[in-house]
């Protein structure tokens, strides 16, 4: 059995910063890649960003200076440090994980998400 699930998601103000975290863990042979996506009101899921294996890391425009994406690949773990958060960012934050578990089998996991809220 696998899972992915996030944490760290609340309510913060306009300008904060908040600390996403993802933790991949049960019968994992390896994990190749690592990402974040959101999914706001009314709204398609989208791709924040994304780490690979080697630590090679993409993002979505509207994150770019602002957000941060991290693994520790030791314990298949991510991260997500988002500074200067703005209303538009509200949504739910998804972990995505593509993985190989010991049984041999590719899939791509989720989590249930994380829900984030910008407002004063």
């Known amino acids: 059995q696998v899972q992915v699930a996030e944490s760290g998601g609340g309510l913060v103000q306009p300008g904060g910063s908040l600390r996403l975290s993802c933790v991949a863990s049960g019968s994992i042979f390896s994990v190749s890649g690592m990402a974040w996506y959101r999914q706001g009101p009314g709204e398609e899921r989208e791709l924040v960003a994304r780490?690979?294996?080697?630590?090679?890391?993409t993002y979505a425009d509207f994150v770019k200076g602002r957000f941060t994406i991290s693994r520790d690949s030791g314990d298949n773990t991510m991260y997500l440090q988002m500074n200067n958060l703005k209303p538009e960012d509200t949504a739910v934050y998804y972990c995505?994980?593509?993985?190989?578990?010991?049984?041999?089998?590719?899939?791509?996991?989720w989590g249930q998400g994380t829900q984030v809220l910008v407002s004063s």
């Open positions: 780490i690979i294996k080697s630590g090679g890391t």
């Open positions: 995505n994980a593509d993985l190989i578990t010991n049984w041999g089998s590719n899939e791509s996991m």
